[in-house]
């Protein structure tokens, strides 16, 4: 930081003058439709200005007007890297609202769906922060890897990004009879690629220059802009979701927070990679667990919600995801709000790349791992 | 010796004198220099092609893809397929270019291209100039080259590109000085400039060998700083993929980003020629000094698949590196530069001098 | 603290205010002329420490406008619910909390954007999605005849 | 000479750190049968979906031009987009009484997200999932289908 802040104090003396550029809305590193206005001295970046909205879909606005096994539907689309974690958040809030229990065997095969989205999304927020720092082999590695679980995905949900694999009481259809033997295959086999991922990428001189000590992030800055997920835990947020209020088969497994107080682009990089170990290890102990039972309680034909208001916090991919519904006790919502991690993730990133380079923007962006659907929803 | 039926001299020297029986002096030049310049332009031309296509299937490999596989037999047609492509686009002049400098960078990018290959030795004879500076030549003309790009991104009129041209001209600024100072290292073994006599001097070991460990860093000095010079990966600062969109060359299309395109591939090649040529022995076969027998089998392969050979792994090497490495920060470049390459490169000299004092690469 | 704890601490701390016991949190209902204050409390109180806005938003119901704020304390874990009611729906006017928590300035510029909540002394009340001259989408009278299909 | 130790310490750390990269994209690129992707329509014959891939909505007929839909129209209020529409007709069974058939059972495919709640809320069963993918058409028209094949009634003892 005192480099860059130099730098901008030489040049007040030569009288240069800031320019503006848009990075997007058509941009590689933007990972979709976002537009940054930025403000640049020279290579510096001075100012960030996101402008979003470029795909808002009004999916606010669309659940007001359809029932509730046809929203979670609709939250496929939003974080679709994290599908299954937003169809549980509104499924867990209807059960909620309910009050109807799921059975074990439901609840320990939403976890373990929960933490191959996990694994999906962070093997392919590993493969595109690698292409952004210009290593382009990394992509097609991770894409590799994350191909498994979505053909897990496809033989049990049906489909590979948008599953749609809950429904308010339970599970669309049971597990396949394949499922266990797929998803222990594929373990066995990512537990000797994830150290693959360290040698190529995280112990390499060049990308340890590129993230250490960029983008820092206080605990303060973290907690004040709301920035959740591994990119919050960083600047050491404990904000982890399935710690501190737990849902679904979470209270019974054994998994550590991870967290670490540095803040830095290497960090976020890192809590990434040790999630994905995590992921592994909450998988293991439940895998060979899953108790037998119904795959779904039998709900009514038209689900009708109580009056009153409802809240379900979980923890998606990219940080805390939340489901806000209203109810007027008829079977479409009143009002629903999704609170998506990503939105206010990105909203710091002035905060993280302020004084950095252009290059140094576009790693702080990807170690934030930003779903564009996901904050304009 | 069984050398002397790859020797191109003979064969260059009797067309010379054949086309002086026939013609004036003048005609004669004029014939010999059409003859050169189209050789050439078939040669950037194809080669060109048959690189962007091995880079293709390299990266594809490494990727564990299988790269172009539809057009022609595993996709061998498939670079000649994007050039018609590519020949047949729209050339889209944006609002705002300054027309003038904006259509002629790709050709100065193409000369410099183009003046680079000249001094290149492909085999006993197959060189245009033999300059008594050849060494310096390449150096000095292969640094035109980024008046090209510096002119494409100052003329499209795009804040992208004049970011990618400027940290363009920062880094090949630095890196000439890597280039020159590790070539230097090598002239003080070799003792001319003359690229044939460097050549002819590795008769019986290549330079890599006789000169060792100062060479060796040499080498992969020059390596690191031809890499940077020709703006690939991990130095390709100026395109920048993910940061400027494409850098200097953004607002080109049709024909104009192929010249950039092909220039990119051909520096490329010029780069791991003269690697070859100053480090590997140019066309020279590879020898061992006390194996007889293995060295006469050696001597059977033509020198062309020699340099041919020799050139391809280096760029093998090159592709390596841009394939496996992410991209440096402009910063970190020029730190790498001045902190790093440059010290470590003259006291490499030093090394050197005293190597070929001392008489020990004898 | 458990949320009976912190509803009677609530109570006791803000009179004006109208605390009730949720399904799943406590829910507090303030005044909107007390709204910035209460929020200073909130967060600056040692005992509260409600450092942690994770969402804010709007509801429109049909006399009165509302604005809802999820709060949570990173130090003791508790959730608290405020919500602050303006009962003219039509130009509602909230002061904005964004110097308190500073992710609200975002979420204010959505509300604004969606349900048209005017938030006094915001440095940036622009839209944030939308273009201009939009309307209110999120409003309940909000009729689009071309892109809404009613079923 | 410390500070000229830790110099070359750095530099050999630093190329150490780099060759183990060029090792494991260098390892891939020497065991060129590894390779991961397949050539898609080269391989149609062996491409086989999961049974469970939700490609498209069909409507299964027995041999006697048979399907099980009485047209009682809970798919189409379940579709979230509106991607199915019921037309019925009623018909006189046998013993003179009125009942609900259906006429027509179409189907935007253009408009469908291949949710399945459709295929979850019919009692009788008698629309599934298709795994066929390849629905690319020249026209926009030719997306939307009418399920029930013509001249088909439904089976005999299915009830509402």
Not at chain 1, 4 to 24: F, R
Not at chain 3, 106 to 125: Q, S, T
Request: proline share 4%; aromatic share 12%; with cysteine.
């Amino acid at each position: 930081m005192s480099e860059t802040k130099e730098i901008i104090i030489s040049t007040d003396k030569i009288h240069t003058d800031q320019y503006l550029v848009n990075m997007g809305p058509q941009h590689p590193s933007t990972h979709g439709v976002l537009r940054l206005l930025v403000s640049l001295e020279g290579e510096v970046v001075h100012h960030i200005q996101p402008h979003v909205g470029y795909i808002h879909s009004g999916i606010e606005k669309m659940c007001e007007a359809i029932s509730y096994p046809q929203i979670i539907h609709l939250t496929d689309r939003m974080d679709y890297l994290s599908a299954h974690m937003n169809n549980e958040a509104v499924a867990l809030c209807v059960e909620n609202a309910l009050q109807v229990e799921v059975p074990d065997r439901v609840k320990y095969i939403r976890t373990i769906m929960d933490e191959l989205s996990r694994l999906a999304s962070h093997q392919l927020w590993w493969c595109v922060m690698g292409m952004d720092l210009g290593a382009l082999t990394t992509f097609f590695y991770g894409l590799r890897d994350r191909e498994h679980i979505l053909d897990i995905f496809e033989e049990t949900c049906g489909a590979r990004m948008t599953v749609n694999y809950n429904l308010p009481g339970g599970l669309m259809f049971d597990i396949h009879p394949n499922f266990q033997k797929r998803v222990k295959d594929f373990l066995k086999e990512f537990k000797t690629k994830l150290p693959e991922y360290d040698e190529l990428l995280t112990g390499n001189v060049i990308f340890r220059q590129r993230v250490d000590n960029i983008g820092h992030l206080t605990l303060e800055d973290a907690i004040a802009w709301g920035v959740t997920g591994p990119s919050g835990r960083g600047s050491g947020f404990s904000c982890d979701v399935r710690k501190h209020q737990p849902y679904s088969a979470y209270p019974m497994v054994q998994f550590e927070e991870k967290l670490d107080t540095k803040g830095d682009s290497f960090v976020r990089y890192r809590l990434r990679i040790e999630e994905m170990w995590e992921s592994i290890h909450i998988i293991e102990q439940l895998i060979d667990n899953i108790p037998e039972g119904d795959y779904a309680v039998k709900m009514k034909g038209v689900i009708k919600l109580p009056e009153g208001e409802f809240y379900q916090r979980v923890e998606s991919a990219r940080g805390e995801f939340g489901v806000y519904i209203v109810s007027d006790g008829k079977k479409n919502p009143y009002r629903v709000k999704f609170r998506s991690p990503g939105f206010s993730n990105l909203f710091a990133l002035n905060k993280m790349a302020a004084g950095h380079k252009i290059a140094d923007l576009v790693a702080i962006m990807s170690t934030l791992d930003l779903v564009i659907p996901d904050i304009d929803r | 010796m069984g050398f002397n039926i790859y020797d191109f001299t003979g064969m260059t020297h009797n067309m010379h004198v054949s086309f002086m029986e026939h013609m004036s002096p003048l005609m004669t030049t004029i014939v010999e220099w059409t003859i050169i310049g189209v050789c050439y332009l078939l040669f950037i031309a194809l080669f060109g092609l048959f690189l962007v296509y091995a880079e293709r299937k390299v990266c594809a490999m490494f990727q564990q893809r299988m790269g172009p596989m539809r057009v022609g037999y595993w996709g061998l047609l498939q670079t000649i397929a994007d050039f018609i492509k590519l020949l047949m686009k729209e050339l889209i002049t944006p609002k705002g270019v300054d027309k003038f400098l904006y259509n002629l960078a790709p050709f100065i990018i193409m000369i410099a291209t183009f003046m680079a290959m000249a001094v290149l030795p492909f085999a006993k004879g197959l060189q245009t100039l033999d300059f008594d500076i050849g060494v310096f030549y390449v150096t000095a003309v292969s640094s035109i080259g980024v008046i090209g790009i510096l002119i494409a991104g100052w003329s499209s009129n795009n804040k992208y590109s004049l970011i990618g041209a400027m940290r363009s001209g920062a880094q090949i600024l630095s890196y000439e000085l890597s280039v020159s100072l590790s070539l230097v290292t090598m002239i003080i073994l070799a003792g001319s400039m003359q690229l044939s006599v460097i050549v002819e001097g590795q008769r019986d070991a290549w330079f890599i060998f006789k000169g060792h460990v100062p060479a060796l860093i040499a080498f992969v000095i020059f390596l690191i700083a031809g890499t940077a010079e020709t703006n690939r990966g991990p130095f390709d600062l100026a395109e920048a993929e993910s940061e400027l969109t494409a850098g200097f060359h953004t607002e080109y299309s049709g024909i104009k980003f192929a010249f950039f395109f092909l220039a990119e591939y051909i520096n490329m090649f010029i780069v791991a020629a003269m690697a070859v040529t100053v480090f590997l022995g140019g066309w020279m076969p590879l020898h061992f000094g006390s194996l007889e027998s293995f060295n006469h089998v050696m001597d059977f392969i033509p020198p062309l698949v020699w340099f041919f050979l020799k050139v391809g792994g280096v760029i093998f090497l090159i592709m390596w590196f841009k394939w496996t490495f992410p991209r440096l920060r402009v910063d970190q470049i020029l730190t790498l530069e001045w902190k790093y390459l440059l010290p470590i490169n003259l006291v490499n000299i030093l090394l050197m001098s005293l190597v070929v004092l001392t008489k020990f690469h004898l | 603290m458990t949320n009976e704890e912190l509803q009677a601490y609530l109570t006791g701390e803000f009179p004006k205010a109208e605390v009730t016991l949720g399904k799943q949190y406590v829910e507090m209902i303030v005044k909107s002329e007390d709204l910035v204050e209460t929020s200073i409390k909130l967060k600056g109180m040692p005992q509260l420490s409600m450092d942690y806005l994770f969402c804010l938003t709007g509801v429109d119901y049909p006399e009165k406008m509302q604005i809802v704020y999820h709060l949570e304390s990173t130090k003791h874990r508790h959730v608290l619910v405020m919500k602050c009611d303006t009962a003219d729906r039509v130009d509602p006017k909230v002061d904005s909390v964004r110097e308190i928590w500073r992710t609200a300035k975002y979420h204010e510029r959505e509300v604004y954007d969606l349900m048209g909540v005017h938030f006094n002394n915001h440095d940036d009340l622009r839209r944030l999605f939308l273009e201009d001259g939009w309307g209110f989408p999120l409003r309940k009278d909000y009729k689009d005849e071309v892109r809404i299909v009613e079923r | 000479m410390n500070g000229l130790f830790e110099y070359i310490k750095t530099v050999f750390k630093g190329v150490g750190t780099l060759l183990t990269g060029m090792k494991i994209t260098g390892s891939y690129f020497f065991r060129p049968w590894k390779h991961v992707t397949q050539q898609y329509p080269e391989n149609r014959e062996t491409l086989k979906m999961f049974d469970r891939f939700r490609g498209e909505v069909i409507m299964p007929h027995n041999e006697n031009n048979e399907h099980l839909c009485t047209g009682c129209g809970i798919c189409e209020l379940n579709c979230p987009n509106g991607s199915i529409e019921i037309i019925s007709m009623s018909v006189l069974t046998e013993d003179g009484k009125k009942k609900r058939a259906i006429d027509k059972h179409i189907y935007h495919l253009g408009m469908c997200t291949f949710c399945n709640l459709c295929v979850k809320a019919c009692p009788t069963g008698a629309i599934i999932m298709g795994q066929e993918f390849e629905h690319a058409v020249w026209d926009r028209t030719k997306l939307t289908k009418v399920l029930n094949l013509p001249g088909s009634k439904i089976a005999q003892g299915v009830k509402e």
